[in-house]
């Protein structure tokens, strides 16, 4: 059973950095697509940015430069390093995964279909 458990959310000052983290177990699967998502309470999820087993990545442009997704493939684990927040980034972000988008050629941060999905690590950045 695949689970995905996100960690390294919290709260910092504008211009402040956070890493966040998500430990992947029960992968099985030789390719992957994973990604960041968040949302606002009130809004629609908006996705941050994603990796494929390729090691390709897609952001949004509300991080781009500012935010790095990366993964750890021999610990299983998702890392999204953030930097130069701002307030409009605080949200509960969530980490996600999809079998089939990479082997599909679609894992991007258009696609929002992933199979798995973690409960979310808040983050809160205060100006």
């Known amino acids: 059973q695949v689970q995905l458990v996100e960690s390294g959310g919290g709260s910092v000052q504008a211009g402040g950095s956070l890493r966040l983290s998500c430990t992947v177990s029960?992968?099985?699967?030789?390719?992957?697509?994973m990604g960041w998502f968040r949302q606002v309470p009130g809004k629609e999820r908006e996705a941050v940015a994603t990796?494929?087993?390729?090691?390709?990545?897609n952001y949004a442009d509300s991080v781009r430069g500012r935010f790095t997704i990366s993964a750890d493939n021999a610990k299983n684990i998702l890392y999204l390093q953030m930097n130069s927040l701002n307030p409009e980034d605080s949200a509960m972000y969530y980490c996600a995964a999809d079998r089939f988008a990479a082997e599909g050629g679609y894992c991007s941060i258009h696609y929002y279909g992933m199979n798995y999905w973690g409960k979310g690590t808040l983050v809160t950045i205060s100006s």
């Open positions: 029960g992968w099985t699967y030789s390719s992957s697509c």
């Open positions: 990796i494929d087993s390729s090691g390709d990545t």
